[in-house]
Structure formats: structure tokens, C-alpha cells
């Protein structure tokens, strides 16, 4: 009769529908629920329990070997009567014993490995559950409790013996999560179920990878690179599996041997070759990031572009402090080697060095200061009596059909305003060569150009970050969490900008020969 489902028992008994089989497991009661299965009981659990039952300064004697342990081969275990034996060394001195005899069949095949175990370990399993029922430890103490766990688990603890292709226990399974057990407390993500789910599939991949004596790495790889097009083939998907020929002979080798990758499938640059009109620079947030100890501010610089198509893609997450021409160089010469190979416009407030970088990586490009910026490093000193009307006058400024009514509307309002804020206006006068191109487009390109609706998606996305966790531990572990959220972010970034059609046709013929027809 099935014991009755508990809430714990919920998720093995989803994962595992479906599946007939044997189930290599530790001593989870939820295990017991799942239907048409055999379960196979870690011995090394049941030893586990034995050995924290001996008394802590006679633990360090005792050794516990694994099928793998060289000390097995010149180290057997004997349980033969010794008075200095203690009841709970004993019932790891049995455990051992198996332990031994299985590291000399290691290497056999699973039906002379099955008769073997029948043959030489059945006699030991005996012997232990005879020396088992002499046994009365008292209430409550950890012996009991490794006698009880040994009992409960009889059944399955020797369920192994019923194929050569089982394992005594599941140690090398163990070994295998051992890693992520240890680093899930810094891992990120893993406070959300999703967060959980994505690391599980990965975790996943990599260990089956693994198993199969691929190179991890290049199977990533592989998988990325060729998965969009198999993604609803399932002839293809079957192609992609690690134990198939074609990633077997492109992916094969340990984790730890040479990562050449497999060879380029068409335009392997993330963007190919790529126009954009335009681009957006911007600083998303400042951060706070713990450094040796200390914790300082780090600035997150977002490239956001429009591509051909009139649709939104974010170019570049960087993670810095320091605003140069040569760091801007850097960036922008990264957006050419991935395939990006015109920008027309970008629009940016007046970070250091972007206008010397833009010239000397896209000499082609024009450079348009920010007119939302602009307009709020106008207003910042100006109170909230006169704000409102300071703004539409500015308003005034880069509405004009035309630069020459534009210069007119900056000198009135500049006129009206210096009395009562005498440097308000001055950085108009100051980047009025980087305001003015705008004034040759429609209002439908201007929009495109200098509105901010594009990125404010991606402004309240990262606004969230500084809510959700006050200091990041590492730089690294801030760009993981902007490209994340970027990620998320941009899900829902399926349309075209608004009247694209016509944007298109006058950028065409402003920028003649450098759009594709």
C-alpha cells in the first residue's frame, strides 16, 4: 500500500512521473511515495549514521572507504570479535567491509559483477542483520538511530544486489553536487523559483556533459549555437543530445582539455552585420559594489540601438568608474569587432570623452546631446514655483521647425530667465553644435532621436536592482544581475517603433547610400 503523499513528496513524484525503474537515492521518506519503482539505499548514508554514533575522540581511527579509495587495496576491514570494538565501529566495520569488496569488482562486467556480490557480500548482509538484532541500544541515542535507519531501509539498502549496473550507494552523485551545494550560498539568483529552475537546467547540462566525456564548455557552445535552429525539431533536438554522434565528435574530451571551439555556423557575432539609427549611451545607476572589503560606487553604461527593422536592442552592459575617451574607445571598437558596422546617430548626455571616442571608432556617426538631459540638468536648481513654466519655454527651444528658430526661441528664454538664474542656460549656449541636429529632422525622427520612452523599460528595471539588494559582492556579480534583468526586460520588446516606415524613408535620404535598401 503507498504511504500517504506528504507536501514533500510532491516534487519527486512530478519529476519522476512516468519513469519505471530502479532510483539510486539517500533515505528521503518522500522517495517511498513514487509509484512502480525500486529504490536503491546509499550505504554510505547508513554508515553515516554508525559512525557519527562513535564517540568523537575514537572517530579519527576509523576509515571510510569508497569503492574508489586506494586504501581499500591494502587496507580490508575486519569484523572479526574485538572486545575494543564499540557496538557503532562495528556497524561501520561492516559497511567498510562491503565497501572493500565492491572496489575489487569495480572493473567486471554487470553480470559478473552481480554474481560476485550474490556470491562474497550476501554472506556479509547476514552476518550484519544477526548482529544487528543482538543489538538494544538505549532510547534516544544516535545508535539507536542508526540501528532504526538500518532497519527501516533493509529492503533497499540491499536492492543493489538485484543488478550489476547498480552502485552500493550514491557517493558518485553526491561527489557530482557537491560543488553546487558549497557554492549555492554565493551563487545569485537562487531567491527566486526561477532563478532556481534556470540553475538547475544548467547544472543539468553540464554534469550529463560530463558523464558522457564531453568537454562542458564546448557542449555549451554547441548547444547555443546551433539550438535556434532545432528549436521545435525534434529530430534536431535528438542531434544536440550528449550521447549523439554529431556532438560526441565535436565536443568530446574532459572539462579541463583544450577549449577549441567548435567551428563559426554563419554570422556567429551577436549582431552580424548590423546599422543602427541611433544609439542610445546612458548611465543606467549607480551601484554599490563591495571591493577588497570596501564598498564603493560603480556606474552601469547601457548602449541601447535601434536596428534596420525599427526595433529596440541593448549593444553593450559595462560595469565602470572611470568615464574616458579611451575608455569609450574601447566600447565602441568592441560594438565594430561584433559586427556592428555603422552607427548614424547616438545620443548621449555629456559623458567625458564619448564625443572623441565616437569620432575616432565611427567618424561617419553624428553626435546629438540628450535633449531630455539637457532640459533636466536645466531645471535641477530651479525650484518647483517657476519649474513648470521654465520648462515650456525650453519647450519652445527644441520644438522649432527649423536651428535658426530654435537659436531665436534659446535667446528669448535666455533672456527672460538669467535674471533669476544667471548660469541656467549656459550649457545650451556651451553644446549647442551637439543640440542642433535634430532641427533637420521631422517631429517623427526627432521623437526617435531624443524622447527617452525607448529606455525607460530598462530605467525602472534596473531601479529595482538598488531595491532588491543594497551592496552586490563583486563588479562580476553586478553585470550578472544587469544582464539578467536586461534580459527580462527586453522580453516584451516586439514591436517596431512607431511609424517606423517613414522614419526609415527620410533616414534613407538624409543618409544616402549607408542604409540597405
Known sequence: MMQRSRRASVYPIEFLKGFHGMIQCDGYAAYRCIEDVILICCLAHARRKFFDAVPKGRQKRIRLLDINSEQALDDPISTEEDENLLPAEKGVAFCNRLFFKEHLYKELSPEDRKAKRLEEETPIWDEFWSWIDTLDPSGGSKLEKAVKYALNHKESLMNYLLDGRCEISNNSAERKAKVYATGRKNFLFHNSVDGAKATAIVMSLVETAKANNLNAYKYLYTLLLYMPDYKNEPAGIEQLLPWSTFVQDKCSG???????????????????????????????????????????KLAAYVILGINTEGKKEVLSITVGDNESSKYWLSVLNELKNRGVNDILIICADGLSGIKEAIAAAFPKTEYQRCIVHQVRNTLKYVPDKDRKAFAADLKTIYHASDEEKARLALNRVTEKWTTKYPNSMKRWYDNWDAITPIFKFSPDVRKVIYTTNAIESLNSTYRKLNRQRSVFPSDTALLKALYLATFEATKRWTMSIRNWGQVYGELSIMYDGRLPE
Open 254 to 296: 574532459i572539462i579541463d582539455d583544450s577549449l577549441e571551439l567548435p567551428e563559426n555556423r554563419g554570422n556567429l557575432p551577436i549582431y552580424g552585420s548590423l546599422v543602427l539609427i541611433p544609439v542610445w549611451l546612458f548611465i543606467a545607476y549607480h551601484y554599490s559594489v563591495r571591493d577588497n572589503g570596501v564598498i564603493r
